[in-house]
């Protein structure tokens, strides 16, 4: 400090001393302005920050809502899925009983339809009794043993009408209380001996046959058997 003394003049002196003071007025300033500034952009970055956490939060409770919808929508798309599954099921068992109950319907009504229609001597059933006769002299007497059931008289006619084409036939009209139920077949011989029951064999007509000391075959017609 004294080297300085005599280095410098007093006016030098006071010229540096006021330089120096304004250079620490500015410094101070500076440092001042500089604070301040730092103050103030901190809390602007907190605000930026702060908005920039809200965002976040937000966005995350909306991932969660959605998240939340998402799931509520697949436990009712599953809900749904089993209900119709339930439905489907209901609906197939549903369908099966339809299909039972229409088989049901038509075997009954095939059941019906072979109840009540009538009975006949097929064109290849003639030709078996007549091929069975043949050459055998039958005698044969065709009769109803209903009471004249329009349906008794039109099958013994076809009976009587395969007959005729090998043997002699007559036919006969009977009223039996009850009345018979099928074909009855009397014959004197065992029946395996008989001409008749084997031609009606043959054709494959179910009757019932009965040893009697007749003189010739006698077939009784009566109404049909009925069928269960």
């Known amino acids: 400090m004294r080297l300085l003394m005599w280095t410098l003049s007093s006016s ?3 010229k540096c001393f006021g330089v120096f003071n304004v250079i620490l007025i500015v410094g101070a300033a500076a440092v001042l302005i500089g604070t301040i500034g730092t103050v103030i952009i901190a809390g602007v970055r907190e605000q930026f920050s702060d908005l920039r956490i809200s965002s976040n ?17 697949a436990e009712e798309a599953r809900a749904n899925a089993a209900t119709a599954n339930e439905r489907a ?7 099966a009983q339809l299909r039972l109950a229409l088989e ?4 009954e009504t095939a059941r019906i339809h072979a109840g009540v229609a009538s009975r006949h001597v097929s064109t290849a059933q003639r030709a078996l009794i007549a091929a069975t006769i043949a050459g055998k002299n039958l005698m044969i007497s065709v009769q109803t043993w209903a009471g004249g059931d329009p349906e008794v008289n039109a099958y013994r006619d076809e009976l009587a009408a395969a007959f005729v084409l090998g043997a002699s036939v007559t036919i006969g009209d009977n009223t039996a209380t009850p009345p018979l139920v099928g074909l009855l077949l009397l014959d004197f011989p065992a029946k395996e001996n008989s001409v008749a029951a084997n031609a009606l064999a043959a054709a494959q007509i179910v009757f019932e046959y009965r040893r009697s000391e007749v003189p010739h075959p006698i077939l009784r017609v009566g109404i049909k058997r009925p069928t269960l």
């Open 12 to 14: 030098m002196a006071d």
């Open 57 to 73: 939060e937000a966005e995350a409770r909306r991932a969660v809502a959605d998240s939340d919808v998402a799931k509520q929508g």
């Open 89 to 95: 099921a209901t609906l197939e068992k549903e369908a």
């Open 104 to 107: 049901a319907a038509k075997e």
